[in-house]
């Protein structure tokens, strides 16, 4: 396991602890909802989907919470300044954590804003993401804002090396600041296979080394654009899932406080695979601690023996 030097920041995003020494508090798992492609959707424009089945993953996902202990998170997607209201506010009522919102449509993310402020939610509402394309105008309105947490984005079209994708996360953490956000979550964003993939991991151990900040990733990007999985013979739905969970369960190992694992429709084997390894992880922290007389905490997780 690793032990970092730096002191390492803990923050509340909206009930939900993230942060600190690997092992001390569990990872805490993004879960998505209203994504084109998912069952649940049926009109990305409108905002439409079924309701039943939403709130039966969400369900499904609170109870893994509660058998596990590890602490759900959900990100709503929202095409459309419409969709994205109708998103957070039926999300806002069945579901009680913290939400993290996107969309590629900048009008879309400062409805969100607007959103959150109008409807006091800003308490509990994660800003995704403070990046390099943010235009001024949202940047006014999120400034404005009641919103104080954000994830940055550490990607950069030029940013292939260490050290371009560190340079890239200090200057997103300077303007995060700038516009009011007092708690942050640094994705260094997990490119394609073959396309830079696991330079994230290593951007990773460097944020916490370095900076001591929360750290984010969405492991699942890269199985999902993978070629491999679209040949005949491996394209298959048990496949993918594999390929998905190895992603999440490398990510949790290599530091990653939060993780986003795409559709909530994997929500149970995402879950199960992350707290077995929850328990790995906390009987390695044990040792490493008790050799190196080092006092803290330590997430246990329970092992049904």
């Given at each position: 396991?690793?032990?970092?030097?730096?002191?390492?920041?803990?923050?509340?995003?909206?009930?939900?602890?993230?942060?600190?020494?690997?092992?001390?508090?569990?990872?805490?798992?993004?879960?998505?909802?209203?994504?084109?492609?998912?069952?649940?959707?049926?009109?990305?424009?409108?905002?439409?989907?079924?309701?039943?089945?939403?709130?039966?993953?969400?369900?499904?996902?609170?109870?893994?919470?509660?058998?596990?202990?590890?602490?759900?998170?959900?990100?709503?997607?929202?095409?459309?300044?419409?969709?994205?209201?109708?998103?957070?506010?039926?999300?806002?009522?069945?579901?009680?954590?913290?939400?993290?919102?996107?969309?590629?449509?900048?009008?879309?993310?400062?409805?969100?804003?607007?959103?959150?402020?109008?409807?006091?939610?800003?308490?509990?509402?994660?800003?995704?993401?403070?990046?390099?394309?943010?235009?001024?105008?949202?940047?006014?309105?999120l400034k404005k804002s009641a919103l104080n947490m954000a994830v940055l984005l550490g990607w950069s079209p030029r940013a292939t090396s260490l050290p371009e994708r560190m340079k890239t996360i200090t200057d997103m953490?300077?303007?995060?600041?700038?516009?009011?956000?007092?708690?942050?979550?640094?994705?260094?964003?997990?490119?394609?296979?073959?396309?830079?993939?696991?330079?994230?991991?290593?951007?990773?151990?460097?944020?916490?080394?370095?900076?001591?900040?929360?750290?984010?990733?969405?492991?699942?990007?890269?199985?999902?654009?993978?070629?491999?999985?679209?040949?005949?013979?491996?394209?298959?739905?048990?496949?993918?899932?594999?390929?998905?969970?190895?992603?999440?369960?490398?990510?949790?190992?290599?530091?990653?406080?939060?993780?986003?694992?795409?559709?909530?429709?994997?929500?149970?084997?995402?879950?199960?695979?992350?707290?077995?390894?929850?328990?790995?992880?906390?009987?390695?922290?044990?040792?490493?601690?008790?050799?190196?007389?080092?006092?803290?905490?330590?997430?246990?997780?329970?092992?049904?023996?």
């Open positions: 396991m690793f032990v970092f030097k730096k002191e390492q920041h803990t923050y509340d995003f909206g009930g939900v602890t993230i942060g600190g020494h690997p092992g001390e508090n569990p990872t805490v798992l993004i879960g998505g909802l209203f994504f084109k492609g998912q069952p649940i959707v049926e009109d990305t424009r409108d905002g439409t989907f079924n309701k039943t089945l939403a709130l039966e993953w969400i369900n499904t996902a609170n109870t893994m919470t509660e058998k596990t202990g590890h602490p759900l998170m959900i990100q709503a997607f929202g095409r459309t300044p419409t969709a994205m209201e109708n998103h957070l506010s039926w999300l806002s009522e069945h579901f009680d954590g913290p939400i993290l919102f996107e969309s590629t449509n900048a009008n879309a993310r400062i409805r969100a804003i607007e959103y959150a402020d109008e409807t006091d939610l800003s308490n509990r509402v994660i800003y995704n993401s403070i990046n390099l394309s943010m235009k001024d105008a949202e940047k006014d309105v953490f300077e303007l995060s600041k700038e516009l009011g956000m007092e708690k942050v979550l640094v994705d260094p964003a997990t490119m394609p296979v073959g396309a830079g993939y696991g330079l994230e991991h290593r951007t990773i151990l460097a944020v916490k080394s370095e900076l001591g900040l929360p750290t984010c990733l969405g492991p699942h990007n890269a199985p999902s654009a993978w070629r491999f999985l679209k040949e005949s013979g491996f394209d298959d739905e048990s496949t993918q899932m594999a390929t998905i969970v190895a992603s999440t369960v490398v990510s949790q190992v290599l530091a990653t406080d939060a993780i986003m694992y795409g559709s909530m429709i994997r929500t149970k084997e995402v879950f199960a695979a992350v707290a077995l390894i929850s328990n790995a992880m906390a009987t390695a922290v044990a040792e490493a601690n008790n050799v190196l007389g080092i006092e803290r905490d330590i997430f246990d997780p329970p092992t049904y023996d």
